[in-house]
């Protein structure tokens, strides 16, 4: 469902840079051993609840979701680490690639004033 929300200024400044900073630690989470998703998805789920204009909404939603997917994979390939190195790093690195592309799309579409 495609929306284009520019009509809309009910949030302030401060809304949209927690937002911003939120998307951001998302996107370094890799750089932290995943301590910056863990802390982002904890603020997304406290902010979302308090949360009423649907923009802002559907980005929390939507950061949690690559969060919770993200993990389920990096779990679900964790047994190609036993068989070597290498089926590991390159499952690890596709999973690392899709969330970051996720994060980037994500922020981008809310800079947009966009729905995910």
């Given at each position: 469902?495609?929306?284009?929300?520019?009509?809309?200024?009910?949030?302030?400044?401060?809304?949209?840079?927690?937002?911003?900073?939120l998307y951001g630690l998302h996107t370094l989470a890799w750089f932290s051993g995943g301590?910056?998703?863990?802390?982002?998805?904890?603020?997304?789920?406290?902010?979302?609840?308090?949360?009423?204009?649907?923009?802002?909404?559907?980005?929390?939603?939507?950061?949690?979701?690559?969060?919770?997917?993200?993990?389920?994979?990096?779990?679900?390939?964790?047994?190609?680490?036993?068989?070597?190195?290498?089926?590991?790093?390159?499952?690890?690195?596709?999973?690392?690639?899709?969330?970051?592309?996720?994060?980037?799309?994500?922020?981008?579409?809310?800079?947009?004033?966009?729905?995910?």
């Amino acid at each position: 469902m495609e929306s284009n929300l520019t009509d809309y200024h009910g949030k302030t400044d401060g809304d949209r840079t927690v937002m911003h900073v939120l998307y951001g630690l998302h996107t370094l989470a890799w750089f932290s051993g995943g301590v910056f998703a863990v802390i982002a998805v904890i603020i997304n789920y406290l902010r979302r609840a308090d949360e009423t204009e649907p923009l802002y909404v559907d980005h929390h939603n939507y950061m949690i979701a690559t969060f919770w997917w993200t993990l389920l994979w990096l779990v679900l390939l964790s047994p190609l680490w036993l068989l070597l190195m290498l089926p590991g790093a390159v499952a690890y690195g596709i999973v690392w690639l899709w969330y970051l592309y996720r994060c980037i799309r994500g922020w981008m579409r809310f800079n947009s004033q966009r729905l995910t």
